[in-house]
C-alpha cells in the first residue's frame, strides 16, 4: 500500500480512537448534572474515569500532531479554518481537565457547584462540537486555495452539521452511560442502565437521519457505490450499534459499552472512508481540496514516523490496556480519589 | 488590528503562562522520584507523607500545565498555518514523537498514581513516578528538538515550495537543541528545588512538621545546589554557540553595537534602538564578551550595526532578559551554597529561612527570562534565517484573534489566580498528620 494512503488510515484511526476513549469521557461529562443527583453520585461519576480520563486525552494530541507530522497542509488548513470551533474546544478541554482536579480540593458547597458545571460544559461542548466539525467536514467547507475561509462560526450549525452535533453527542452519552452500568452500584447504576436504554432509543433515528442526510449533504456514498465492500463499515457499525441494545438488556455491560465503542469506530470510519483520499474537503471550489496525496509530507517523514508509530502505538495501546486493567470492576467509596 | 502581532502576543501569552507550571511537573517529579524511591527501600513512613504532600502540590501544577500544553499543539495551525504548512515536514513530526513516545507515558502513569497506591506495592507505585518523570522530561527533550529547528534549522532541504526532511539523524544531533536541552531541564529541577526549599522554609519557621520539611529541604538543596552549577555551566557553552550560529542575539542579549575585537561586556546600559547605540552604559569591562562568546579575551565580535534594521532583535528586552537571568542564575548558586554550609543548623538560620521562602519566585522569572531571551532574540526569524515571523500567521481575520487573545487572557488569568490560591493554601496546610492510605 502506498505510504499516503497507510497514513490516510492511520490518520482516521487515531481521530476514530480518541473519539472512542475520550468519548465516554465527554459522555459521563454531559451526563454528570443529570444522574449525579448527590455528591456521592458524582464523586462516583468522576471516580469513575478518574484514573483513565488523561490518558485518553492524550489520543487527541496524538491525532492532532500526526495530522500536523503526515498532512501539514491538512493541519495547517484545517486548524486556521476551523479557528473559532477549534479553540471553543479548546477552552472547554482546559475547563473539564482543572474542573476534575480542583473540585475536591475545597470542601464548600459553592466551590463544587462551580467546578461541577465545568465538568459540564467542559464535556458537553467538545461532545456536540466535534459531531459538528467531523460533519461539516465530511460535507465541504468554505475555503479556497489560499487556506482562506469563506464563512463563520454560525454557518457550520446548518442542518447537515447540527444533525451531527446531535448523533456524537447522543453516541457519547451512550457510551458514558454503559461506563456507568460497568462501573457503578446500586440507585446510580440502575439509572444509568436506563438513561442508556433510552439513549439508545434516541440513538438509533438519529443515527438513520444522519445515514439517509449523508446521501443528501455529501458525497460520501460515491465511495460506496464504487467500492461497494465499504457497506461493511455501514453493515457492521449499524450491527454495533443493535448490540448494544442487546446487551444492555442482557446485563452484560462491559459488552455493551464494547458495542458502542465499536458503533463510534465505525461511525467514525463510515465517513473517512467515504471521504478517502481527501481528508479536508472544499466545498466552494473542489480543485482547494486537500487530499493524502497533494497535502502530505515528504516520503522521509511519512516513513520515520511510520516507524515511530509502529514501535510506539502498541506499546502505549499495551499499558493503556494494563492501567483499564488495573482499575476494571466496581468502584467502591472508600477509592474515591476526586 | 494586525493578526500578525496580536498572533504573537497571544503565542507569548500562552507559551509563558504554560510554562510557568511545565518546570515544576519536570522538577518536582526528578524529587518526588527521589522520596518516593526512598519510602520504597526503607519503609520510613516520613517519607511516604512527604511523597503525599510534595505529590499534592504536584498534581494542582500537572493539571494547569497539561491543559494550557494542549492548545499550545493546536496554536500552530489556528494561528500560524504558514509556518505549519512550511515547516511541518520536520516540525510536525516531532510534535507528533513528543505525544506518542512521551506525553502518552506521562499522562497514563499519573492517573496510575493518583489512583494506584493500594492496588501496587510501594516498589510498583514509586516506578510508576518513575515513569511519570521519565515521560515529562523526555516531553521537554522533544520539544526542545522542535524549538532547536526553529533557532538553528539543520537536516533539511527546501523543496516543493517547503522545508522537507533529508537527514534525521542531523536533526537528533543537532547542536543547538542539545545544548538547549541540557540547559533548560536542569535549569526546571533549580526550580523544583527552589519551590521545595521555599515551601519547607515556611514550615520550618513555624517550628511545623519540623523533621519531614528538614529532610525535605536537604533533599531539595544537593538537586539545587547540583542544578543551579549544571545551569551555569551548559549556560556557558550554550553562549558560546549562540555566538557562532546566531550572532545577532548574542549582540542583542549585551546591548553590543560596534563589531571589535576585545569586545567588552557592559553591566547594565539603556539601548536605543532607533539609534543604534547606547543612551549610557555602566561598568563596561574590556574583553569580558569576547571571552564569554568565543573563550577568547581577543576574538572579535560582531556588533548589531552589522545587521541591517530588519534583521536586528528587539534589543532591550532581549538584554534586560538575559541580564535578569544570569543574575538570577548566580544567586541560586549562592543561596545553594550558603544552605550547604548549614544543612546541619537549618533551624538556627531563620534569616536563611526566610530568604528562601521569598526566594521560590525568583526561579520561575529566570526561567521565564531565559525563554525570552531564547524566543525573542530569535526574531524578526520564526526559523532562524529561513523564515521570517511576519510571513508566518495563519490568514485569519484580526478581529477573530483578537477575541481569542481576550479569552486566553481572561480564562488563563483566572487559571493562574485558582490555581495560585490552591497551591498556596495546600502548602500552608502541610502534610496531613498521619499516613492514613483510606483518606488521601
Known amino acids: 500500500m502506498e505510504l499516503q494512503t497507510t497514513w490516510f488510515i492511520l490518520w482516521g484511526l487515531l481521530w476514530a480512537i480518541f473519539f472512542m476513549t475520550d468519548g465516554f469521557d465527554f459522555g459521563i461529562g454531559t451526563l454528570y448534572p443529570f444522574l449525579g443527583k448527590s455528591d456521592t453520585d458524582r464523586r462516583m461519576m468522576m471516580n469513575s474515569i478518574g484514573p483513565l480520563w488523561d490518558g485518553n486525552e492524550v489520543w487527541l494530541i496524538t491525532a492532532g500532531g500526526v495530522t500536523f507530522a503526515a498532512f501539514p497542509k491538512v493541519y495547517a488548513v484545517m486548524f486556521s479554518t476551523l479557528y473559532a470551533p477549534l479553540l471553543i474546544i479548546l477552552f472547554a478541554l482546559i475547563l473539564r481537565g482543572v474542573a476534575f482536579e480542583f473540585r475536591g480540593q475545597i470542601h464548600s458547597t459553592g466551590w463544587k457547584r462551580i467546578w461541577d458545571a465545568g465538568i459540564f460544559i467542559g464535556s458537553a461542548t467538545p461532545a456536540l462540537l466535534f459531531g459538528v466539525v467531523f460533519a461539516n467536514i465530511f460535507r465541504g467547507i468554505p475555503f479556497d486555495s489560499n487556506g482562506l475561509y469563506h464563512g463563520n462560526l454560525l454557518m457550520l450549525l446548518n442542518p447537515y452539521g447540527a444533525l451531527g452535533g446531535a448523533l456524537f453527542m447522543t453516541l457519547f452519552m451512550l457510551h458514558g452511560a454503559n461506563w456507568l452500568a460497568i462501573k457503578t452500584t446500586g440507585d446510580l447504576h440502575d439509572r444509568s442502565v436506563a438513561t442508556a436504554g433510552k439513549l439508545w432509543l434516541l440513538t438509533v433515528p438519529l443515527a438513520i437521519l444522519f445515514l439517509g442526510a449523508s446521501f443528501f449533504a455529501t458525497s460520501l456514498y460515491d465511495n460506496y457505490f464504487r467500492y461497494p465492500a465499504l457497506f461493511l463499515v455501514i453493515l457492521v457499525t449499524v450491527v454495533a450499534l443493535l448490540a448494544v441494545r442487546y446487551f444492555i438488556v442482557e446485563q452484560s455491560f462491559f459488552k455493551a459499552w464494547f458495542a458502542s465503542a465499536v458503533t463510534i469506530v465505525g461511525a467514525t470510519f463510515f465517513g473517512i472512508a467515504g471521504l478517502f483520499p481527501t481528508l479536508y474537503p472544499s466545498i466552494v471550489d473542489p480543485g482547494a481540496s486537500l487530499t493524502a496525496f497533494n497535502a502530505s509530507s515528504s516520503p522521509l517523514t511519512l516513513k520515520i514516523m511510520l516507524l515511530v508509530v509502529a514501535v510506539f502505538l502498541p506499546l502505549v495501546i499495551a499499558y493503556q490496556t494494563w492501567a483499564y486493567n488495573m482499575f476494571k470492576g466496581k468502584l467502591t467509596e472508600h477509592e474515591l480519589e476526586y | 488590528m494586525d493578526p ?437
Open chain 2, 4 to 440: 500578525v502581532f496580536l498572533s504573537r502576543l497571544q503565542f507569548a501569552a500562552a507559551t509563558m503562562f504554560h510554562f510557568l507550571f511545565v518546570p515544576l511537573t519536570l522538577g518536582l517529579s526528578a524529587i518526588l522520584v527521589y522520596m518516593e524511591t526512598k519510602y520504597a527501600r526503607t519503609g520510613d513512613e516520613t517519607y511516604l507523607r512527604m511523597t503525599k504532600f510534595w505529590g499534592k502540590l504536584f498534581l494542582i501544577n500537572f493539571a494547569v500545565g497539561v491543559v494550557t500544553g494542549i492548545t499550545l499543539e493546536f496554536q500552530f495551525g489556528t494561528n500560524w498555518s504558514r509556518y505549519s504548512e512550511y515547516v511541518g515536514d520536520i516540525f510536525g513530526s516531532l510534535l507528533a514523537i513528543e505525544a506518542t513516545a512521551a506525553f502518552f507515558l506521562e499522562s497514563t502513569f499519573i492517573g496510575i498514581w493518583v489512583f494506584g497506591w493500594k492496588r501496587l506495592s510501594a516498589k510498583a507505585h514509586a516506578g510508576v513516578m518513575w515513569l511519570i518523570a521519565i515521560g515529562g522530561n523526555l516531553s521537554a527533550v522533544w520539544i526542545l528538538m522542535a524549538n532547536g529547528f526553529m533557532q538553528h534549522p539543520v537536516g533539511y532541504t527546501i523543496r516543493n515550495g517547503r522545508a522537507e526532511m533529508t537527514d534525521f539523524t542531523a536533526l537528533m544531533l543537532n547542536k543547538f537543541a542539545l545544548l538547549q536541552i541540557i540547559h533548560v531541564v536542569p535549569s526546571a529541577v533549580v526550580l523544583g528545588a527552589f519551590f521545595v526549599m521555599g515551601v519547607s522554609a515556611y514550615h520550618l519557621l513555624k517550628n511545623q512538621h519540623v523533621d519531614l520539611f528538614t529532610r525535605s529541604f536537604k533533599i531539595a538543596l544537593v538537586f539545587g545546589l547540583v542544578s543551579s552549577l549544571t545551569v551555569a555551566f551548559t549556560g556557558d557553552l550554550h553562549a558560546v554557540h549562540v555566538a557562532e550560529v546566531q550572532p545577532a542575539k548574542l549582540a542583542a542579549m549585551e546591548a553590543h553595537w560596534e563589531t571589535q575585537s576585545r569586545a567588552p561586556i557592559v553591566l547594565f546600559a539603556l539601548p536605543d534602538e532607533e539609534a543604534g547605540k547606547n543612551t549610557w552604559e555602566l561598568g563596561s569591562i574590556p574583553g569580558i564578551l569576547s571571552f564569554l562568546g568565543f573563550h577568547d579575551f581577543n576574538a572579535e565580535v560582531k556588533g548589531l550595526s552589522d545587521f541591517p534594521k530588519d534583521e536586528r532583535p528587539p534589543v532591550l528586552i532581549t538584554f534586560l532578559g538575559f541580564r535578569t537571568m544570569v543574575g538570577l542564575g548566580t544567586l541560586f548558586i549562592l543561596l545553594t551554597l550558603v544552605g550547604f554550609m548549614r544543612r546541619n543548623r537549618l533551624m538556627e538560620s531563620p534569616g536563611y529561612l526566610k530568604i528562601m521562602l521569598w526566594a521560590i519566585p525568583l526561579p520561575y522569572i529566570a526561567i521565564e527570562m531565559g525563554w525570552v531571551v531564547a524566543e525573542v532574540g530569535r526574531q524578526p526569524w520564526i526559523v532562524y534565517g529561513l523564515m521570517r515571523t511576519s510571513e508566518a500567521a495563519s490568514p485569519v481575520a484580526g478581529y477573530q484573534v483578537m477575541v481569542s487573545l481576550i479569552a486566553f487572557i481572561l480564562v488563563y488569568g483566572l487559571l493562574g489566580a485558582v490555581g495560585f490560591y490552591l497551591m498556596t493554601k495546600k502548602a500552608i496546610e502541610g502534610p496531613e498528620p498521619t499516613t492514613e492510605l483510606e483518606t488521601v
